[in-house]
């Protein structure tokens, strides 16, 4: 068996070489259009960090894994294709704003229909609006020869890849169950998951069911975020701690106790687009009491964020214009140099636009991905990258704590404490450090819906 996937990105890339890894006797080609990203995947320095990703690529490139832009071909010679391209938010035009873009899923299908010359399981990988299996068949069948569309959402998170994808909590194949093409299809895409994921883990469903439920999964794990984070506003007005308040309603086996962590909102490629193609569905599908729910969990996102930075103006005496702001992480989360949807991003834009002089750091992330983000100049006057935190602290009036990196909360706060301009605030966005500490060190500090500090 021949696998192809389109698409070395930060689902594609991880993904194609755990199956490369559990599959020796499967060769796996995943291609992009990108030529620079296949170089960087053939390099030692590969485009996504992922802890142990690496190793686990040496381990397999260039056996039954290969990264090519020979797009056509390894097309051809694949007995299963996977779409794993992006489906950005559209821009521009008819659902601008929250339908998702599908023009690199269109042409990856039509390269499909182009490039092969017998017929193959298609497989979504991407997240797709609910009915784009509709689009690629029709196009597929264009083309004379017989093709199956699988939906196979893939649910890893960044930062934790490698781990999910070597042990995930299940497997979602959709297919036509109506047909015995399809459902021999769905057999033979679950025979290659079966190698390595226990049989009881692999769900089978029908194609909508299944694109449904990736965005319906998004769409709660967003949700409980949003929902803890409202919760955070509350516990600043009256004196609770978000912490405790998460760890009482989480011990609730009802309930349970992930993805309560509060924190200045929730970030990443996923989160955002999913729920407003979701909204924009409810929408299309006349229901707008519906599309207005999950609509409250993105207000509550962009709440949390202005608020977080609103609440380190107000803490600097409502004046941040000349002030150096050490910005401790800028990744959208912890292990990972991804920044798509940062909440660093907004809050820093907040920033700049009070005139404050923002000193970064952050283990991952370059510079020139810094200012992309923000809109920037590399030389722009405001803004410093630095190589270690201590020096981003250093002459600061405040540290404002992004990106929840294990390394901030082993830091020398007595050090920094004497080399910042005082008094000397933290904003702990992440509700990471130990603030009884930090205040018994001389710092002012601020957390997420922690009623009861300074
Ligand atoms: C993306 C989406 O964000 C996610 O919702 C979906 O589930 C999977 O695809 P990701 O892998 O993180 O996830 O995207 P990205 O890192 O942008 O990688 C996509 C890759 O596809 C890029 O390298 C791009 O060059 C490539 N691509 C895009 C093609 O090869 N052909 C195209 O026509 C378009
Ligand atoms: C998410 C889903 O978890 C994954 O299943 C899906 O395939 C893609 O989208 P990802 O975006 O990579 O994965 O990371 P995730 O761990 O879900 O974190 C998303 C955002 O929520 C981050 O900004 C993170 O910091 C934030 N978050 C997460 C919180 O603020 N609090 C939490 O309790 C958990």
Known sequence: MRICCIGAGYVGGPTMTMVARKCPDIRVDVVDVSAARIAAWNSDNLPVFEPNLDGLVREVRGKNLFFSTDIEECIDKADIVFISVNTPTKTYGYGAGSASDLSYVEACSRTI?????????????????????????????????KFQVLSNPEFLAEGTAVRDLESPDRVLIGGDEDSEEGRRA????????????????????????????????????????????????????????????????GSDSRIGSSFLKSSVGYGGSCFQKDLLNLIYLCEHFNLPQVAQYWRGVVEMNAFQKKRFSSNVVEGLFRNISGKRLAIFGFAFKENTNDTRESPAIDICKDFLSEHAKLAFYDPKVSKAQIC???????????????????????????IVLLTHWDEFKKLDYAKIRKSMTTPAWIFDGRNCLDHRLLIGLGFLVRGIGKGNLS
């Open 113 to 145: 229909a182009r490039a092969s010359k017998t017929g193959k399981i298609v497989v979504e990988k991407s997240t797709m609006p609910v009915r784009t299996a509709d689009v690629i068949k029709t196009i597929l069948a264009s083309s004379g020869r």
């Open 186 to 249: 769905i057999e033979t895409l679950a025979s290659v998951y079966a190698r390595w994921v226990p049989e009881e883990r692999i769900i089978k469903t029908n194609l909508w069911s299944s694109e449904l439920s990736k965005l319906t999964a998004n769409a709660f794990l967003a949700q409980r975020i949003s929902s803890i984070n409202a919760i955070s506003a509350l516990c600043e007005a009256t004196g609770a701690d978000v912490d405790q308040v998460a760890k009482a309603v």
């Open 372 to 398: 992309a983000d923000l809109g920037i100049e590399e030389n722009d006057p405001r803004v410093e990258f630095c190589d270690s935190p201590y020096a981003a602290a250093e002459g600061a009036h405040a």
